[in-house]
Structures are given as structure tokens and as C-alpha cells.
């Protein structure tokens, strides 16, 4: 017997028809002859509804009600769920986060997780019982406090108490087939990947692919736990999220690239003029951080001698860019740089792939692809299996179908097109 | 200092405005110099809405995960009411059931508090914090399930956490000024009562009149809570509810007819041709309470000495009805009675006052008043201080309003009747 962890979205529960559809996959797990714990978000639009509400209630919530209000959208779902299982005649428990022993921090709106307790979980499932779990949510160590988890905090529920229960795997539906080369909206032959690296899927996830967020891939790699993504719409295997073969050992075919992400959320903000100190750049990024602004890409530019300035742009992620602003015009007498520029017609544009590490080339093959499709690269940054470039905006899609059909991951069939992509 | 329990009701906090003005109204309270406690329903219709949802997904939810769902009602409403009293500069903090430790039984939707351990509530006061704390919920002494209380959930709660909390007065807000001396909808001269005495209104909320529920009541006097029934569209005082006089010295001026009360709530169901025999009325309620059915007046006639037959009739809720017929029905072979009537066209009409004790005449003028109005007794049932009779249910206003003239219980002043009733 498997112990089965499977996440549900909330688009896969908008409706009481849709949790009835979810429900009996579910009966269909557990009749299969495995333990069931499923992972639930809040129904379609319920947590922008609730924002609203307590928009309308108040400018500034103050973060503890909030995730006291945000809670109530799982404690909803979940309790649906489990009716809609025990109509099939199973009997289904519905756990929240606090009860599911999810432990955390402090801070509210954006909790990280600190242990994982599921004594209830086990509990239920040594009764025969399915248990059903809400997402995104915890309970404070310290205050005991409800916590929510932030972004992509379903998923890292999933895969936390996959984890804590030593699961044999943690299934992520969603309404794709799974992890896509690139997004099938812009590039039409892009292949769906039955198997990729944790540490691939992290830069995909990192680069834009929306699927999986980077927090809960960084968990499921800690403990060795198989992610399999795969849609609430069919019964076919998706993608699975396993250890490269050179550490684990599994068999993977390993092409040179495994996909290209695209991300159109950033922009660019470029400080010209900086005296090229020891320090200015440090000053600027305590800033920065001081604000709890995001900074993904850096680049300076080598100091021209004859004016001993430089400047340095970075890229952040849009709903940032005024922040940051403000906070850099507030020490540009201290700092004595010139101007600020920003920036948001940029796309980010990534190939990802872990066979790159032994394949010097490729560097050099994605720069001219982009080239030859006549689109001009702004920006590069690197890492061992990743290189992204920003471009234009209106560049993006050219410069994602060159880097796919010059390195080859075109499908051989064409039936992956109907799907929607890594990039939603 | 004095220590506050306030309770709003749903319709108090139906909307983003209304949740404003009830926190205007609770800081007020909070700058007057008192500790603050409130107790919040679910906004307007959530409940009705959650069921529906509920009713989509399963036809017989089980009630574990009902109560999980509707729970999720109260924590939206409380968690933006904290949210509205911190935008006016005052620190408030919401507290489900379970974190303000109302220990309840396991029965799901109609638990009872068996304990409250207001810890957390005490600490938030001590901190200068108003608590927030959802009513109609609790949690399982022995599963640690989330568990409902039931109809007049609301109200239990205030005054339970009131009593564990020592507090000076519960305060229970509605829509009208207080409890009248009738339903002005249908007697426009009944007048506010400004002071009532715990069993006065034990009796009332028996009887029909709905502002308090009889539970809520009952804890009160227990515990000695007085009981403040107001309205949160004013600041006027409203209905106190308190010791009579002669248990506890209360200067209290005691007409002998505090009210009269009305229900069209109830059917009347007559077992007909019940063979006279020891122990058959005995077989007849124990099925009925088996059904769970709640049973108010019951009459059994005389037997007819020539047929050694004879009917039994009894009061009930009309929702539960069919239950009880059909649950009769299975031992009407066993019993050998003839058949049922089931009669839903009926009211009760109740006259309340501790006075009536020490005055004989009260029947004799009440059955008077009916008489000369032409209103047709079918039953009658009494106790120490209250007599009530079942009537036609068109006849339910003639009856009210004879009774309410016959006790000379009419307003001096007209501005009462703008307001709606204790029959609501």
C-alpha cells in the first residue's frame, strides 16, 4: 500500500460540480488500495473576494486578521470536499493547517514552515480514513497565531507533509498535462517533459514556469520527495520531478536543454551615474533590501575612467518597481548618482537545462539564435544550468521560439499544442 | 473598569458598513474605560449561502465537516471586524471558538459548552486588546473537532464567555430597542419592557418570542448574568434582564403580565383511537423522542368510558412534522390506534408574568378576553407563570391583541410601535 499526497488547485474546486469531479478521482486513488491525503486551496475566486472584503473594511489590515480572514477560504473547500467524498461513501476528515500539525513562524501573509507535526493525519489514516487538508494555511510557534503561507503556499503544504509523512509521492493537479518545454500558447510544438531534475524545475520555476513554485520544488529536493504534476483532466502521467540520475541514479534520458521559461513580470531600473566607490553598490542594495524589494538580475557596467562613474541595472519584479524607487531617490544625495531609469516593456527570456554543464556551446548557439531572429539581448545572467537574457517585451515570444527550435525540443507530435503552458 | 460582553448578530454585521459603525460602536465602549469582549455571527446571509453549497455537493453532509464549513462563517466576520476597529487606532484581536476555549460536547450542530477556559481572551484584555471572538462555535472536549452549537449558538456563547469572564453585563445587540410587551407588528400599542425577570423570560423565549433564545436565557440566570437587550441603531437603553425582586432585592416593578408572547412555528399532531391501556402514551413519546423530535403541549382527553379509546394531541415544531408522523406510523400496528391528524393552521398565544402567582383571576380574565373576541381555545397548557393556549392561526392577532388590552399592557407613549417585535 501507497501513501498517496495529491494537491488540488483552486480552480480544479471552483465549483460544487468541479469538487464532486475531484472528489472521485480521489475514491479512485484510495480504492486503487492507497492512503490518501489531499491538499486543498481555497475555491476559484474566493481569496480576491475576501480581499476585497477587507479592502473595503479597511486600507491596512493588520496581517493577523487577514490570514484569520484568508483561512476561512480552505476551511470552506476542504469541508466540501470531504462531504463530497463521504457521499461516495468513503469517509473523508477535513484537517486545517493547524490541526494537520503545520507549524510556523511569525509572520503573517508569508509564513515559512518550521515542523511539521501530522499526528492527526495518521491518526486518520490508520482509521481507514482520508484526510483532507487545508492549504497555505499553519499555526505560530510562537503566538499560536493562524499563519498563511504566501505564494505558492498549497504546494509547499503538499510537500510538507509528504515530507513528514514519508509519502511515496506528492501528485500537484493542475490543468495542463504538466511541465512543457515552453509555454504551447507561444512556442505551438512544445513537448510536454515526462521527467526533470529538482534542480532544473527550480530554475524553470524561477524563470517564470508558473506551475510549480520554487519555494515548494527547494522542499520536495531536501527530502528526496518524487513531485508528479499532472492534470485534474485526464488520467495520463505528467511530468515527474525526481533526482537528476547522477545523484540518485534513476534513469533519465538527459537532453542538453530541457525547456525555455519566459516571465514578463519584471522590470529594470538602471542607476546612472554612480561614483565608482568601494561600498555604493552594497549601499544600494542594503536599500533595496531594507525595503523587502526582490532583486533578481545585476548587471554593472565597467566604469569608464574618464569619468569615474558606472552605472548598474537590476531587475525586479514589476509591483516592486515604485518601492524601490522611492527608496533609492532617498539616498541619491548620499550616493550622488546621476538619475534613475525604469523600465517594464522587458521580458526575461531562459534556457534551462543540466546537460549544459558538459556542453560548452551552448552559450554560444542560444546568443546566435536569438541573433539570426534579430532580437537584441539587454541584459545576461548565468548560473550552471541556466542561462536568461532580458529582452525587448515585444521580443519575447520571437526570441523563446528561436532558443526552442535551436536546440531542438520541437514535439514529434503535435497533440501537446491544445494545452496551455509553463509561462501562465 | 467594568468588563463588556457585547454580541452582534448577522444582520448587524451584513456588510463592509455596517462591520464600520458596529467598531465605531465598540470603541466607544472600549473609551469609556471598560474592557471589551465581543461575540460576532456570521455577516447576513453566509450561513443560508455555505448550506446551499453544502446541499450541492452531498445530500446529507455529515456533520462533522457541516460544522467545519459553517464555522468558516463567523471567521470571516470577526476577522474583519478586528480588521475595521484597528483602522479606528484600537488593537483588536479575533479568537475562534476553539482559541477563546469554548469546550463543548461532540454533538456537530447543536453541541453543548460543557467548559469555557477563556485564557487567551483574559490576555488580550490584560494587553489592552479588544477580543473578538466567533460565536456559534466551539471545539470537542474529546475528538478536538470544530463543533457548532446550534439555534441561539450566538448568544450561548456571549453569555458563557461573559460568565467564565466574570463580566459586568452581556450586552445582546439587535434590531429593535428591546423586549415589548407584545409584537408591535401586530399590537401597535405594546410597549418596551425595561426590566424582566430570567424566568419571565424563559417563558417569553418558550413561547415565541425570538430576540433571546431560552438556552442563552437559562445559562444567564445560572450564573447570574444580567442581560442587556438593545438596539445597535441606537443608544438608548434597552431591556435588562435580571433577578425578580424577591430573589435577589432588585427594585423591580412587578405588573402581574409582563408580556404576551406568540408562535405559529408549531403543528399539532392528534393520535386518534389510542386503546386505554397502561404504559401506551409511555410507547408513543419515547418513539418521538427517539426521532429526536421536540414535543411542546400535549393533551390527552378523557377516555370515552363506552369505546376504552381515547386521542392524544400534542404540539410541535411544524419542520418536524413528517419525522414524527412517519416514525408513528411505524407502531401504529403495535399501539392498534386508529389513525393520525396532522393540523399545521395553528398558533400559540402566551401570557407571561411572575405576578400571576398571587393573582387567581389571571385565567379566568385571559379566557375572558379570548371568549369575547370570538377566539377559539383547543388547547391549554400552564405553568407558575405563564398560561398558554393553541388557537386557529388566522385568530393569532385577534388573541394577542385581546390579551395585550385585557392586562391593560398598552403603551403611554406612541413611539414604540415604529419598531418591529419580539415575535421576529
Redesign the interface.
Request: proline share 8%; charged share 20%; hydrophobic share 50%.
Given at each position: 500500500m501507497a501513501l498517496v499526497v495529491q494537491k488540488y488547485g483552486g480552480s480544479s474546486v471552483a465549483d460544487?460540480s468541479r469538487?464532486?469531479r475531484v472528489a472521485q478521482r480521489i475514491v479512485a486513488t484510495k480504492k486503487a488500495g492507497n492512503d490518501v491525503v489531499v491538499i486543498v486551496s481555497a475555491m476559484g475566486d474566493t481569496t480576491d473576494e475576501?480581499l476585497d472584503?477587507?479592502q473595503?473594511?479597511?486600507?491596512?489590515?493588520?496581517g493577523?486578521?487577514?490570514d484569520?480572514?484568508l483561512?476561512?477560504?480552505e476551511?470552506?473547500s476542504?469541508?466540501?470536499l470531504?462531504?463530497?467524498i463521504?457521499?461516495l461513501g468513503h469517509e473523508?476528515?477535513?484537517f486545517t493547517g493547524s490541526?494537520a500539525g503545520v507549524i510556523t513562524d511569525s509572520s503573517h501573509g508569508r509564513a515559512r514552515i518550521i515542523d511539521v507535526t501530522p499526528g492527526?493525519i495518521r491518526e486518520a489514516l490508520d482509521g481507514g480514513q482520508i484526510a483532507i487538508v487545508a492549504g497555505f494555511q499553519g499555526v505560530s510557534q510562537d503566538t499560536?497565531d493562524i499563519t498563511t503561507l504566501g505564494r505558492g503556499g498549497s504546494d509547499t503544504t503538499a510537500v510538507a507533509l509528504a515530507a513528514a509523512l514519508s509519502a511515496d509521492v506528492c501528485e500537484i493537479y493542475t490543468d495542463v498535462d504538466g511541465i512543457f518545454t515552453a509555454d504551447p500558447r507561444i512556442v505551438p510544438t512544445a513537448r510536454q517533459i515526462p521527467k526533470i531534475s529538482y534542480e532544473e524545475m527550480m530554475e524553470m520555476a524561477a524563470c517564470g514556469a508558473k506551475i510549480l513554485h520554487l519555494r515548494c520544488v527547494e522542499y520536495a529536493r531536501r527530502f528526496g520527495l518524487p513531485i508528479h504534476v499532472r492534470s485534474s483532466f485526464s488520467t495520463k502521467e505528467g511530468t515527474w520531478v525526481v533526482f537528476a540520475p547522477d545523484s540518485e541514479g534513476i534513469e533519465m534520458e538527459q537532453p542538453i536543454i530541457s525547456g525555455v521559461a519566459h516571465d514578463r513580470s519584471e522590470a529594470k531600473i538602471t542607476v546612472v551615474g554612480v561614483p565608482d566607490k568601494v561600498g555604493e553598490a552594497a549601499t544600494i542594495f542594503k536599500t533595496l533590501a531594507d525595503a523587502e524589494v526582490n532583486i533578481d538580475m545585476i548587471v554593472q557596467n565597467v566604469s569608464a575612467a574618464t569619468t569615474g562613474r558606472t552605472d548598474i541595472s537590476f531587475t525586479l519584479p514589476t509591483t516592486d518597481g515604485s518601492t524601490a524607487l522611492t527608496s533609492l531617490k532617498r539616498i541619491q544625495e548620499r550616493i550622488g548618482f546621476e538619475s534613475l531609469l525604469f523600465d517594464d516593456q522587458i521580458g526575461k527570456v531562459s534556457l534551462i537545462g543540466a546537460g549544459m554543464r558538459s556542453h560548452p556551446g551552448v552559450t554560444a548557439t542560444f546568443f546566435a539564435a536569438l541573433a539570426d531572429a534579430g532580437v537584441n539581448i539587454e541584459m545576461i545572467s548565468t548560473s550552471e544550468i541556466r542561462i536568461s537574457v532580458i529582452v525587448g517585451q515585444d521580443e519575447v515570444d520571437t526570441a523563446v521560439n528561436a532558443a526552442h527550435r535551436a536546440f531542438d525540443l520541437d514535439a514529434d507530435q503535435v497533440e501537446a499544442v491544445i494545452y496551455g503552458g509553463t509561462g501562465r
Open positions: 460544487a469538487i464532486k475576501l472584503l477587507a473595503q473594511v479597511s486600507p491596512l489590515p493588520p493577523r486578521e487577514l484569520m480572514l483561512t476561512s477560504g476551511r470552506i476542504m469541508a466540501l470531504a462531504m463530497a463521504a457521499n473523508a476528515r477535513s490541526q492527526r499560536k
